[in-house]
């Protein structure tokens, strides 16, 4: 049987040789996850043998990962705004660029009471259950086009015991109903060049549907903005996550449906986030 520094050695050479660039560190995070132990403990214990059995199912999970399958989808969970969120081929792996919007979100909204708030394209249920989570006395109301995906967001609600949210249905805006203080949404927003240009994580594993748009990646945006704002409370705002090559484009459109516009540029530095005001005084 070889030791646990050996396999680790031999996988980090087997992930490189495929050009995962992550190669030690995916190596470690796989093993760990297959024996149920903590990355550091993998180092602790250098020496201990590993059994064939843990071997074979390691070597399946390394191939995977070699095949440039998200580290995510293997060990089918993240980590999202200290939620644990499971996630399949169906949803969308929820993104660093997201965890930013929500905490600006929880930043904005923090002394102010929040009643209801509209996940639109919820996926794996990421941002409406991280609001959810912080807001335990607003109601959430989170929707999707796809089936298997409200049925990961339903899971992952059961998963961390969070009950102010419900799950629907619909295409955009078509089934909803009722008025929230903060519509928010992360949609598909990728051109076809862009989607057949990015890594084989990317495009091979996660759902096209999720990531792309048409008319240059904005045909989703636009229908959203278009028709958000009759759902919106008077002080309300629809935050959206965008490209970042989008904000002239989308701040055009909005002036014929909001007052206000702000273009909020993410922790890189780019033009990632808009927030659309219903009301011409807001205090950001
Ligand atoms: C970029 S993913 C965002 C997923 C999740 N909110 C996140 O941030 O990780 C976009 C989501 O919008 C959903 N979607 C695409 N078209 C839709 C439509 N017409 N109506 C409702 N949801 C849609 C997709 O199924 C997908 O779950």
Not at 184 to 207: H, M, R, V, W
Request: aromatic share 10%.
């Amino acid at each position: 049987m070889p030791s646990l520094i050996e396999v680790l050695k031999r996988s980090e050479f087997f992930l490189k040789s495929k050009g995962i660039i992550t190669a030690k560190l995916d190596a470690e995070l796989l093993l760990s996850h297959l024996l149920g132990c903590k990355r550091l403990s993998l180092h602790l214990n250098f020496k201990n043998n590993i059994e064939d059995f843990v071997l074979s199912q390691f070597q399946r999970l390394l191939s995977r990962r070699g095949k440039h399958e998200p580290l995510q989808y293997i060990i089918g969970e993240v980590e999202f705004y200290g939620l644990s969120i499971a996630v399949d081929k169906n949803v969308l792996i929820p993104r660093h660029e997201t965890e930013e919007l929500v905490d600006i979100i929880i930043s904005r909204f923090r002394n102010r009471l929040i009643g209801s708030i509209l996940d639109l394209g919820t996926g794996s249920g990421a941002i409406g259950l991280a609001l959810a989570k912080y807001f335990p006395k607003a109601n959430i109301l989170a929707i999707d086009i796809s089936q298997n995906a409200l049925s990961m967001a339903r899971k992952n609600a059961l998963r961390n015991r969070i009950d102010n949210i419900r799950f629907m249905k619909s295409d955009w805006l078509e089934n909803v109903d009722g008025v929230f203080d903060v519509i928010i949404s992360n949609p598909p927003y990728l051109t076809d060049g862009e989607f057949a240009n990015s890594q084989d994580e990317i495009k091979n594993f996660e759902p096209k549907s999720a990531l792309v748009s048409n008319n240059m990646g904005l045909a989703d945006i636009f229908k959203i903005i278009s028709g958000a704002g009759k759902f919106l409370a008077k002080d309300g705002i629809l935050a959206l996550e965008t490209g970042c090559f989008q904000h002239e484009f989308i701040i055009s459109c909005a002036k014929d449906y909001f007052c206000k516009f702000e273009s909020i540029r993410d922790l890189c530095g780019k033009n990632r986030f808009i927030f659309l005001h219903n009301n011409a005084t807001f205090s950001s």
